[in-house]
């Protein structure tokens, strides 16, 4: 794989889980060299998580890390330690970007900060990424994904079933971490900003991140209605007409509530049927109106076909229509393959893993994987000795379980 357009330049990753790792990853994919410090023995807690295989836990197994955690070296060193603070401040010192997301208390008390950072390294980039941001009343709060989410108002939005009263109903959350995933994509952008800024004026900066305005920034529409017209949005069901029961799952796009023109186009699809020439279906509105006798007869007709028939027939009759896909149906889609979108690696323990590479491709290269995810602590010694520290000092260091 070709240089990507980060090459040569020095990442240091001081991460856990997902929002922090994550934001390293995608600059690695970008081509930049990413240093992770993990603490030693027990590393990233990603590592505990999994999915493991065979669901027996192993640091070096957890689908969570590997997918996170390729294109990148790791060194363990236990920052909770005064020794570690040589070996530390000589990587800062040769580093162009540091990514953190710890607690803002635990950083004051081991004495990381930007103000301390940047007296080693003054063109040196920050990147700090927390619950609800370094300053303000709750900068200092706990939060999981679970909480981001509903507190970046993006779950209040999220249906369940048939919505008929959403100030009590339940709402629901989105699987796997989506507000940590969004995090870090921001947290990549603002980045690369800086790291332009940098080109450009030859200063750093301290980028301050917050996981839950990562999320509220996506309800920006909503938040404007509100500030504009004090309109709250409530949830809508998302079943009846939109999603449809076929013979092997359930497809999205057929249905009454569709303009004029997208019905036309439905009834052409299904063979022009006598019971849709009723002069009622003529118009928008009046099926709006009819939708609960229109939409029962549309999936009975539904039943007869596959998902991948509907696709093609609805496809070809120019509708915007799509299957509701199940994970096995996105990972077999010929579209991903055909764009190498899913990416297999080979791991010295974990064997070979497929996961889902970058949705973009640049026209000098594609971002990817160049390098499989590290076992812990696996290129420490490489690191120290880049460094500059003797073996007697990295003995040291091995000895006082530093490293």
Not at 231 to 250: I, L, N, Q, S, T
Request: net charge negative; proline share 6%.
């Amino acid at each position: 794989m070709s240089a990507g357009i980060l090459d040569g330049v020095r990442i240091l990753e001081w991460g856990e889980f997902v929002s922090g790792p994550w934001t390293s990853r995608l600059l690695a994919d970008m081509g930049a060299d990413v240093i992770k410090i993990e603490q030693p023995v027990v590393g990233d807690s990603s590592r505990r998580s999994g999915p493991f295989p065979g669901d027996i836990p192993d640091i070096e197994k957890s689908g969570l890390y590997l997918y996170l955690n390729w294109n990148k070296r790791s060194m363990s060193l236990d920052l909770r330690r005064p020794e570690s603070r040589v070996v530390f401040d000589k990587l800062v010192a040769q580093t162009d970007v540091f990514i953190e997301n710890h607690p803002p208390s635990y950083l004051r008390d081991l004495d990381i900060s930007y103000e301390s950072l940047k007296k080693i390294n003054p063109s040196l980039l920050m990147v700090s990424l927390s619950p609800f941001g370094q300053t303000g009343p709750h900068s200092e709060y706990v939060a999981s994904e679970l909480i981001l989410f509903h507190a970046g108002g993006i779950g209040y939005e999220t249906p369940i079933g048939e919505v008929t009263d959403p100030r009590r109903q339940q709402p629901l959350k989105g699987p796997g971490y989506q507000s940590y995933f969004m995090a870090g994509w921001i947290a990549a952008l603002s980045t690369f900003v800086g790291l332009f800024h940098k080109q450009v004026n030859g200063i750093g900066q301290y980028i301050d991140m917050s996981e839950q305005e990562a999320i509220a920034s996506t309800q920006r529409p909503n938040v404007t209605r509100y500030s504009y017209a004090e309109e709250v949005y409530h949830r809508e069901a998302m079943g009846g007409a939109r999603f449809k029961p076929c013979k092997d799952g359930y497809f999205a796009g057929f249905g009454a509530l569709g303009n004029d023109g997208m019905w036309q186009k439905l009834c052409a699809v299904m063979g022009n049927p006598d019971w849709t020439k009723n002069d009622d279906y003529n118009e928008q509105a009046s099926r709006r109106e009819r939708a609960g006798e229109i939409d029962p007869k549309i999936a009975e007709w539904m039943m007869n076909y596959t998902k991948a028939e509907l696709f093609e027939m609805g496809q070809q009759g120019g509708l915007s229509c799509f299957p509701v896909n199940t994970v096995e149906d996105v990972y077999a889609t010929e579209q991903y393959r055909y764009r190498g979108f899913f990416q297999e690696v080979e791991h010295p323990v974990a064997g070979t893993y497929a996961y889902p590479g970058i949705p973009f491709h640049y026209s000098s290269h594609q971002p990817g994987i160049r390098v499989r995810a590290p076992l812990l602590g696996e290129h420490t010694l490489e690191i120290l000795r880049q460094l500059d520290l003797s073996e007697e000092e990295i003995m040291e260091l091995q000895t006082g379980n530093i490293i």
